[in-house]
């Protein structure tokens, strides 16, 4: 069901879907609402700026990279691609982001020999896709679809994966903040980590299927006129008890250099309750990154 062969087809359509839809009603009005995506916000374009079609693309991609070298050598990369399509009522996001870490190591030849080579030590990819319908242009409420999909190569799990749908809100608007947030019930699949010493024993991924509850949160704040704060929540409470259940957290300041350059400071915090003994439920990652809108 959650196999990494449909999952892209599926990411797809939740993006394209509207784009389909209007262009297959072009005479129907144009509606001015403003659903919000929980995935990612971005600044609300100035109606000055918007195109006669109504229609909204915008895209940025973001890079991070650090190199040492002196008694230890390594090298970090962090990149992501984000796209928002906007028109009448439907709104779409899709989030790829990549983490690479390399890092020296030393091993054993013979007595008289060492060998030093890069070796990775950490890698991770994640794509999120989620499309938003406004049902109620003055409430501002919606519903909305999502997917997600992760392979963190270092965790207890080979991959991570979630679909859910259901409802939800900008409860608070004002010129400087907005705050939004949905609920919906949805299907998770995660797929255990193995070690490669283990497989030669016999031992074998296994698949852990369960229903969720997701919740999901957003609060913004633009503090002046080159500054931005974020703040995201996530829940994926597994129904069935013994199940893992996900929690995430990520915040984030913004600050415009130029006009289509931006440098942005991120702080995630993952939790998932049920992991092997031999690894952590919390993972923090704390990056600094630098993004072009285009």
């Known amino acids: ?29 144009t509606s001015s609402a403003d659903a919000s995506d929980i995935l990612f916000s971005l600044e609300k374009a100035d109606e000055s700026h918007q195109p006669s079609s109504g229609t909204l693309f915008t895209a940025s991609a973001q890079l991070g990279f650090l190199y040492l070298t002196g008694n230890t050598r390594s090298a970090d990369i962090k990149t992501g691609l984000d796209l928002r399509f906007e028109r009448g009522l439907w709104r779409s996001s899709f989030v790829f982001d990549l983490l690479v870490k390399k890092t020296e190591k ?3 030849i013979d007595n ?27 409430n501002q409420n919606y519903i909305y679809g999502s997917v997600f999909y992760e392979e963190n190569r270092f965790s207890g799990f080979d991959s991570q994966a979630s679909v859910s749908t259901g409802w939800g809100r900008r409860w608070f608007e004002s010129k400087y903040s907005s705050f939004d947030a949905d609920i919906g019930p ?27 509850l997701q919740v999901q949160a957003l609060y913004r704040k633009k503090i002046n006129e080159h500054i931005e704060f974020k703040q995201s929540f996530t829940i994926k409470h597994a129904i069935e008890v013994g199940q893992n259940s996900i929690y995430k957290a990520e915040s984030s300041i913004t600050s415009k250099l130029i006009d289509s350059l931006q440098l942005k400071v991120n702080f995630v915090i993952d939790y998932n309750s049920k992991v092997d003994d031999d690894k952590a439920n919390l993972n923090t990652e704390t990056s600094v990154v630098l993004i072009y809108s285009f």
């Not at 060998?115 to 109620?136: C, G, L, V």
């Not at 949805?186 to 969720?212: C, L, P, W, Y």
């Open 1 to 29: 069901m959650f196999s990494r062969f449909i999952l892209l087809p599926l990411l797809v359509i939740y993006c394209i879907f509207p784009i389909i839809a209007y262009a297959q009603e072009q005479t129907a009005e």
């Open 106 to 108: 030393e091993s054993q």
């Open 112 to 138: 008289n020999d060492i060998r030093k080579n890069f070796e990775t030590t950490d890698q991770k990819w994640s794509i999120a896709s989620q499309t938003n319908y406004t049902i109620d242009s003055i």
């Open 186 to 212: 949805g299907f998770k699949r995660d797929v255990t980590h193995v070690a490669t010493e283990d497989v030669s024993n016999g031992m074998r991924s296994h698949t852990q299927d369960t229903f969720i």
